[in-house]
């Protein structure tokens, strides 16, 4: 095939021409995608190198996918051509067992957009030491209903997302309705309080309310989705509501969750923050343009890949590396991550500097910050405040009834209270199994140019 192009080269065609005669081959669909390819980057001088490097890249390309799938029958590996590459998705099996073993059943997605042609579709976990995990991908051209109901099928099938997983996501108005025909009509995923607050500025705007009201709006809005309550939850509705009825009607309109009292076992999840945090990364190592493209697609193909492995091996470094800097709190039983052991501390920072009052069944507390007394449950890991329940570690009412304690018997009380996503032998389960790696290479580096 490349000496067919070679010929016409010599033949003194322009790239116009060439272009013209490969699109119209009857033999192989792959001539019409050659064609594309070299009508929007080639110079006449490189046709032939162009052909060559692209019909190879396709074909190893080709190769790794169904490598990929003969190896890893349970995962998802899947290249779609029609006219040019038009999808390639990947979940490895492996992911369903990390997200099974990391315990807090959170998943982020979100459509990272690069300069050119090329979006990339990620679902990412984050484990109980804080650090961030790629599930899956896809490559593709944009972010349309067919290529996202595409990629949660993929997550359904090789990562077992079901519909009692909890995906957090931006909230373009079509993926409600892509979870929902994957899941299930009764599906809705939690929509990031972020965007919510942006979107609800410009509610505010289009109402001709002063910056003032809006910023008094918003607030709410922040103060209902974290509300610990049903009851507290309905009382500032009712002042949304009161403030501003049309506010109060897009907020009961919404298609998704966005309310901490919707949904239990949230984690302190609010935000698409994880998803967000990978794209950077993805757009900083990945760098730019990255078109859907034969050299594009092949290395951003391979470079994600070996991502995912080496997230698994550096989350790994770091529990084991803890380990071995903490073997006192460890001989001593707190085998929580540094990620939660960080989270307390910064609680009990904040016990430190108020005057909390405790009551002489050691179950009350009086905040005077708040002006509130909060009632602490100690057997199910709950307080009025919410905090404890949400993100299942020690709130700081909890901590300012254990400051009597021997920073032993802390520890342990703390580590009995927390849930098992932050023990250190929960997130090494996670990095225990690798996926399927004959067909990468040891290091892959992206670089677009």
Same mark, same amino acid.
């Given at each position: 095939?490349a000496?067919?192009?070679?010929d016409l080269?010599n033949q003194?065609?322009?790239?116009?021409?060439?272009?013209?005669?490969?699109a119209?081959?009857?033999?192989?669909t792959?001539?019409?995608?050659?064609a594309?390819?070299?009508a929007t980057t080639?110079?006449?001088?490189?046709?032939?190198?162009e052909?060559?490097? #692209?019909?190879?890249?396709?074909?190893i390309?080709?190769?790794i996918?169904?490598?990929?799938?003969?190896?890893?029958?349970e995962?998802?590996?899947?290249?779609?051509?029609?006219?040019?590459?038009?999808r390639?998705?990947?979940?490895?099996?492996t992911?369903?067992?990390?997200?099974e073993?990391?315990g807090?059943?959170i998943v982020?997605v979100?459509?990272?957009?690069m300069?050119?042609?090329g979006t990339?579709?990620?679902?990412v976990?984050?484990d109980?030491?804080?650090?961030?995990q790629?599930l899956?991908?896809?490559?593709?051209?944009?972010?349309?209903n067919?290529n996202?109901k595409?990629?949660?099928?993929a997550?359904?099938e090789g990562a077992?997302?079901t519909k009692?997983?909890? #995906?957090?996501?931006?909230r373009?108005s079509f993926?409600?309705?892509c #979870?929902?025909e994957?899941?299930?009509?009764?599906f809705n995923?939690?929509?990031?309080l972020q965007?919510?607050?942006?979107?609800?500025?410009?509610?505010?705007?289009k109402?001709?309310?002063s910056p003032?009201?809006a910023?008094?709006?918003?607030?709410l809005?922040?103060?209902a989705?974290?509300?610990?309550s049903?009851?507290?939850?309905l009382?500032v509705?009712a002042?949304i509501r009161?403030?501003?009825y049309?506010?109060?009607?897009?907020?009961n309109?919404?298609?998704?969750l966005?309310?901490g009292?919707?949904r239990?076992h949230?984690?302190?999840?609010?935000t698409?923050?994880?998803?967000?945090?990978?794209?950077a990364?993805?757009?900083k190592e990945c760098g730019?343009?990255?078109?859907?493209?034969s050299?594009?697609v092949?290395?951003?193909?391979?470079?994600?890949?070996?991502?995912?492995?080496?997230?698994?091996l550096e989350?790994?470094?770091?529990?084991?590396?803890?380990?071995?800097?903490n073997?006192?709190?460890?001989?001593?039983?707190?085998?929580?991550?540094?990620y939660?052991?960080?989270?307390?501390?910064?609680?009990?920072?904040?016990?430190?500097k108020?005057?909390?009052?405790l009551?002489?069944?050691?179950?009350?507390?009086?905040?005077?910050?708040?002006?509130?007394?909060?009632?602490?449950n100690f057997?199910?890991?709950s307080?009025?405040?919410?905090?404890f329940q949400?993100m299942?570690?020690?709130c700081v009412?909890?901590?300012a009834?254990?400051?009597g304690?021997?920073?032993?018997?802390?520890?342990?009380?703390c580590?009995?209270m927390?849930?098992?996503?932050?023990?250190?032998g929960?997130?090494?389960?996670?990095?225990?199994l690798?996926?399927y790696?004959?067909?990468?290479s040891?290091?892959?580096?992206y670089?677009?140019?």
């Amino acid at each position: 095939m490349a000496q067919e192009v070679v010929d016409l080269v010599n033949q003194g065609l322009t790239r116009q021409q060439i272009v013209a005669k490969l699109a119209n081959h009857n033999d192989q669909t792959v001539y019409k995608i050659i064609a594309r390819v070299l009508a929007t980057t080639a110079s006449d001088a490189q046709l032939a190198t162009e052909l060559t490097r #692209f019909r190879l890249l396709l074909t190893i390309l080709s190769f790794i996918v169904d490598d990929l799938r003969k190896n890893d029958p349970e995962g998802v590996y899947q290249m779609d051509l029609e006219q040019e590459i038009t999808r390639v998705t990947v979940v490895p099996s492996t992911s369903k067992k990390m997200h099974e073993m990391n315990g807090n059943g959170i998943v982020s997605v979100d459509g990272c957009f690069m300069a050119g042609e090329g979006t990339i579709l990620a679902a990412v976990l984050r484990d109980g030491n804080g650090k961030i995990q790629l599930l899956g991908y896809q490559l593709c051209r944009g972010e349309s209903n067919e290529n996202w109901k595409t990629f949660l099928m993929a997550l359904k099938e090789g990562a077992g997302m079901t519909k009692d997983t909890l #995906f957090f996501a931006d909230r373009p108005s079509f993926l409600a309705n892509c #979870f929902k025909e994957v899941f299930g009509t009764d599906f809705n995923y939690f929509g990031c309080l972020q965007h919510l607050t942006r979107d609800a500025a410009n509610w505010c705007q289009k109402e001709g309310m002063s910056p003032e009201n809006a910023a008094s709006i918003i607030r709410l809005i922040k103060e209902a989705a974290y509300a610990p309550s049903t009851e507290e939850y309905l009382g500032v509705m009712a002042r949304i509501r009161d403030t501003n009825y049309a506010v109060w009607e897009h907020l009961n309109g919404l298609k998704t969750l966005w309310a901490g009292i919707q949904r239990s076992h949230r984690f302190g999840y609010m935000t698409s923050n994880n998803i967000e945090s990978f794209n950077a990364r993805i757009a900083k190592e990945c760098g730019s343009p990255m078109a859907i493209r034969s050299m594009h697609v092949f290395r951003a193909v391979m470079y994600l890949y070996e991502l995912y492995i080496r997230q698994i091996l550096e989350r790994q470094r770091s529990v084991l590396k803890m380990v071995d800097r903490n073997e006192y709190y460890l001989k001593n039983g707190c085998i929580l991550t540094s990620y939660a052991k960080r989270i307390v501390r910064n609680n009990m920072d904040k016990v430190a500097k108020s005057a909390f009052s405790l009551f002489v069944d050691r179950s009350m507390v009086y905040h005077p910050m708040t002006n509130k007394l909060y009632e602490v449950n100690f057997q199910n890991r709950s307080c009025s405040c919410g905090y404890f329940q949400d993100m299942k570690l020690p709130c700081v009412h909890a901590l300012a009834l254990m400051k009597g304690l021997s920073e032993e018997e802390f520890w342990k009380e703390c580590t009995r209270m927390s849930h098992p996503h932050y023990l250190v032998g929960t997130v090494l389960l996670t990095t225990k199994l690798l996926p399927y790696k004959a067909m990468t290479s040891p290091e892959v580096t992206y670089h677009a140019d």
